[in-house]
T-cell receptor, first 112, second 116 residues
Framework: TQLLEQSPQFLSIQEGENLTVYCNSSSVFSSLQWYRQEPGEGPVLLVTVVTGGEVKKLKRLTFQFGDARKDSSLHITAAQPGDTGLYLCAGESRTGRRALTFGSGTRLQVQP | NAGVTQTPKFQVLKTGQSMTLQCAQDMNHNSMYWYRQDPGMGLRLIYYSASEGTTDKGEVPNGYNVSRLNKREFSLRLESAAPSQTSVYFC???????????????FGPGTRLTVT
């Protein structure tokens, strides 16, 4: 069974601070996705990273895929209250079923 | 374009009762999924349907059944609800392209189920 561990589980910061969320596994993934989920809603895809070492930027969010494609990080610069939510990473393996393995999530609260 | 829709949004059941959760997508996706989300455990796959006419078990299938009614609709049935099935249930869909495609999923708003 492939497992994805996310850290930290909870993060409460002030508006304007920077933060990094980590997603780690002992398994290799063909791609890794990050989703954000707001209270009472379903997860929404933010980005997919595919190549080892790949970096993608989405405004103030920077996503990186580890060189060995076993881990990923999400860095938020100058966090805003609108960034509040649950951040989930999900890995896809090309072997077997084409289903995603989700991490347990990082709950971020940005205080104004 | 509604994306993925789920009904009902909330449901309370007594132990032993049955119910069906409905899911529909209008994006012409081939693959559909049912997940449950419990506090601190992320999303766990219950069943999935890679294409119309096929269904397969996921990580936690016990106590559930599914039906892929057509390309648009994928339902989840609880035959005899148990308190351990209290959870938030999400349906998702994706178009998994052959070769270099990725399984990027689109989620519905969820059904919050309580079993007493």
């Amino acid at each position: 069974t492939q497992l994805l561990e996310q850290s930290p589980q909870f993060l409460s910061i002030q508006e304007g601070e920077n933060l990094t969320v980590y997603c780690n596994s002992s398994s290799v993934f063909s791609s890794l996705q990050w989703y954000r989920q707001e209270p009472g809603e379903g997860p929404v895809l933010l980005v997919t990273v595919v190549t080892g070492g790949e970096v993608k930027k989405l405004k103030r969010l920077t996503f990186q895929f580890g060189d060995a494609r076993k881990d990923s990080s999400l860095h938020i610069t100058a966090a805003q209250p609108g960034d509040t939510g649950l951040y989930l990473c999900a890995g896809e393996s090309r072997t077997g079923r084409r289903a995603l393995t989700f991490g347990s999530g990082t709950r971020l609260q940005v205080q104004p | 374009n509604a994306g993925v829709t789920q009904t009902p949004k909330f449901q309370v059941l007594k132990t032993g009762q049955s119910m069906t959760l409905q899911c529909a997508q209008d994006m012409n996706h081939n693959s559909m999924y049912w997940y449950r989300q419990d506090p601190g455990m992320g999303l766990r796959l219950i069943y999935y349907s890679a294409s119309e006419g096929t269904t397969d078990k996921g990580e936690v299938p016990n106590g559930y059944n599914v039906s892929r009614l057509n390309k648009r609709e994928f339902s989840l049935r609880l035959e005899s609800a148990a308190p351990s099935q209290t959870s938030v249930y999400f349906c998702a869909s994706s178009e998994v392209f052959v070769g270099t495609g990725f399984n990027e999923q689109y989620f519905g708003p969820g059904t919050r189920l309580t079993v007493t």
